[in-house]
């Protein structure tokens, strides 16, 4: 993959500001726990000053660039990275408090740059049957992570799996089929014509608006900046069930089998009829409550509860499964582990090989398709964040008994209660549906481009997403689906594109990549536990596999025809 100076130099740099974040984890001294105006640097590193210099770097490689753009439009294709389950895993990741987070959201942000910085493909570049093969199951799974998102959404608010997946999976077919952009327009306003050009960009733009608005709504609401409630979670001693909390003013329905772990004397009470099991040091107990009985637990105790069961908490108590304080949620003790260090490197490498496979512009981007796209990326990424934040601010508890992804978006019906809320939930329904039809609008493309014909991509777009639909009747692990999906394109197609030119050699690390990514996802859980970031991020070994399968290939070629 040929790639001018310019270029290379901007994707150098981002890949810098990424191992940054990287190199900051195991920093000695642990430096990124160092408190800036309250916040800690990797924070302010990870959230705005590297992601603030990588949206400036692309504009001004861009710029330098001798490519002529064309295609003022095309930051359409960003949709197929901007989908929800992407942004619900920044948003998962933050309010949980994993000690990877900073880093994935930066890696979220930073993929896409890198992808806008590749030159446009071209005939000669297509993939091969294997690399298509692997593009269009890696798009499958994608798209199977975003409707079993949503499904787990609307589970979270009472309504059948089965009625979402075929909303969602309508009113995807629904935009395949009818928007297509009309090529041949050539009146109006610029804007105008790229919109008309590319539906898909203008879906992308109302559902930024969209979801821009849901964030700002609730930071409104709770009064606080994100920096703000950033502070003010590091800073407490426990992190707790508020007075205002939905599990101690309403109570809430469990949506899956939950096991919780208690770290003090809590008092359950129990809203619905359902069986409630208590694993103590040394003996097991089990009740079956009615509506309005309580269970006092004692430290040390876990109690285990059915689906569907609806229960109160105490407030003021510890929230079961929580960071043991506001400051191992900022800064988790295992942040500067090897085993940390080396999972926040294969997510890295799985987004940054996805982006790369399905953020493809049709035409080389012109200097305002560059910096929009660059800045809905910046918004869209920032929302995000702020959306983690303000839910483990505001409601420490959501994620009990619900995926963790999901329980993201309901933060906004926590925060406002009454008429307002449901409001805010009819508006994250559609932000959520609008952002699925633009990611598969773009993913269309991408599968159309991987097989040499557009019309390819409406006929497997739909198979893959009636597939999906079907696959999201039953609950799974929308992040995982998603990872799965990203690292199979990196390892099938993009290693070894970046590898070498010959279509000999990068058949050869196809097929490696996609065998043993296949082989690592098949036994990984058969490895020893130190292994276990082979079978989270298959592409951290298949990937680099296949580059050097490619480029040993690639030599032996070579000397052959000297002989």
């Known amino acids: 993959m040929s790639i001018g100076a310019p270029r290379r130099v901007g994707i150098a740099g981002l890949l810098g500001l990424l191992a ?7 920093a000695p001294g642990n430096p990124g726990a160092l408190r800036l105006a309250g916040v800690g640097l990797l924070w302010w590193y990870a959230a705005l000053a590297a992601p603030l210099a990588a949206v400036l770097l692309v504009i001004v490689v861009r710029r330098a660039s001798p490519e002529t753009g064309t295609g003022a439009g095309g930051s359409a294709a960003l949709a197929a990275w ?19 987070a900073p880093t994935i959201a930066l890696a979220i942000l930073v993929a896409p740059l890198i992808a806008l910085l590749c030159p446009a493909t071209d005939a000669a570049q297509r993939p091969n049957r294997v690399a298509a093969l692997g593009i269009s199951a890696g798009v499958g799974l994608v798209l199977w992570a975003n409707l079993l998102l949503l499904a787990d959404v609307a589970e979270l608010l009472g309504l059948p799996r089965w009625a979402t997946s075929i909303v969602a999976a309508s009113v995807a077919l629904l935009a395949v089929a009818l928007l297509r952009g009309d090529p041949a327009v050539e009146a109006g306003p610029r804007l105008f014509q790229a919109g008309l050009r590319s539906p898909g960009l203008w879906l992308l733009y109302v559902s930024g608006l969209g979801f821009v608005a849901l964030v700002t709504v609730v930071a409104v609401a709770l009064a606080a900046s994100p920096w703000g409630a950033w502070k003010d979670v590091a800073s407490r001693p426990a992190l707790t069930f508020g007075a205002r909390n939905p599990w101690v003013t309403e109570g809430r329905r469990l949506a899956a089998p939950t096991t919780l772990e208690f770290t003090e004397a809590h008092r359950v009470t129990a809203l619905s009829p359902a069986t409630y099991r208590v694993l103590e040091p040394g003996r097991f107990r089990e009740w079956r409550l009615r509506a309005g009985e309580s269970l006092s637990l004692r430290a040390g105790d876990h109690l285990v509860i059915a689906a569907g069961a609806r229960l109160m908490f105490e407030a003021g108590k510890r929230v079961p499964g929580a960071a043991a304080s506001g400051a191992t949620w900022a ?12 999972h926040a490197l294969g997510a890295a490498l799985t987004l940054v090989g996805g982006a790369v496979a399905l953020v493809v512009p049709e035409r080389a981007l012109t200097i305002r398709g560059v910096s929009t796209g660059s800045g809905l990326v910046l918004a869209f990424v920032l929302g995000a964040l702020c959306l983690g934040v303000y839910g483990a601010y505001s409601a420490p508890g959501l994620s009990i008994g619900a995926p963790a992804l999901a329980a993201v978006f309901g933060v906004p019906d926590a925060v406002v209660p009454g008429r307002a809320g449901s409001a805010l939930v009819v508006l994250s329904a559609v932000v959520l549906l609008l952002l699925l039809s633009a990611t598969v609008l773009a993913l269309r493309g991408v599968l159309g481009r991987a097989w040499g014909e557009a019309s390819t991509g409406d006929p497997t777009v739909a198979f893959l997403v009636v597939a999906a639909s079907i696959g999201s009747l039953w609950p799974g692990d929308a992040s995982r689906a998603l990872l799965a999906g990203l690292g199979l394109t990196a390892s099938a197609a993009v290693a070894p594109r970046v590898a070498g030119d010959s279509p000999q050699a990068r058949l050869a690390g196809s097929l490696v990549g996609v065998i043993a990514f296949a082989g690592l996802s098949v036994l990984g859980p058969r490895l020893p536990a130190w292994a276990d970031v082979a079978w989270t991020y298959p592409a951290l070994a298949a990937a680099p596999l296949a580059w050097v399968v490619v480029r040993a290939e690639t030599v032996r070629r070579a000397r052959r025809a000297l002989q």
């Open 331 to 342: 800064d988790p003790p295992e942040r500067s582990g090897l085993s940390t260090v080396v």
């Open 20 to 26: 940054g974040a990287i190199v900051l984890m195991p």
């Open 82 to 100: 901007t989908s929800p389950v992407v942004l619900a895993l920044v948003a998962a990741r933050v309010f949980s408090g994993a000690p990877e």
